[in-house]
Nanobody
Framework: QVQLVESGGDLVQPGGSLRLSCAAS????????IGWFRQAPGKERERVSC????????YYSDSVKGRFTISRDNAKNTVYLQMNSLKTEDTAVYFC?????????????????WGQGTQVTVSS
């Protein structure tokens, strides 16, 4: 059983930066792909970014490409989402998710494991 714990959500002004963390247990990052999804009030959940387990290939949605960067620290079994140039429309609950198959996570958007979410609010 894989467990995911997110942290790093906060209130930040437009143009600011935040770094989210997702600490995984129950599996190593060599075996699971990890990604980030977000859901704003009244909107559907959307994928944000993910990093594959085998070769570390990264994926980004068009809405965050060039502003967000996903990375992983295998020694800490943790994945990070560095978010720069934040916009008010980035406000959402951000969820960490994992699956042994990156296709399930990124294409099917149906990962097996989910974290509890962390709130990111971008407001002046």
């Amino acid at each position: 059983q894989v467990q995911l714990v997110e942290s790093g959500g906060d209130l930040v002004q437009p143009g600011g930066s935040l770094r989210l963390s997702c600490a995984a247990s129950g599996s190593t990052l060599d075996d699971i792909a990890i990604g980030w999804f977000r859901q704003a009030p009244g909107k559907e959940r959307e994928r944000v970014s993910c990093i594959s387990n085998n070769d570390g290939t990264t994926y980004y949605s068009d809405s965050v490409k060039g502003r967000f960067t996903i990375s992983r620290d295998n020694a800490k079994n943790t994945v990070y989402l560095q978010m720069n140039s934040l916009k008010t429309e980035d406000t959402a609950v951000y969820f960490c998710a994992a699956d042994r198959l990156v296709l399930n996570l990124w294409l099917a958007q149906n990962p097996r494991y989910w974290g509890q979410g962390t709130q990111v609010t971008v407001s002046s």
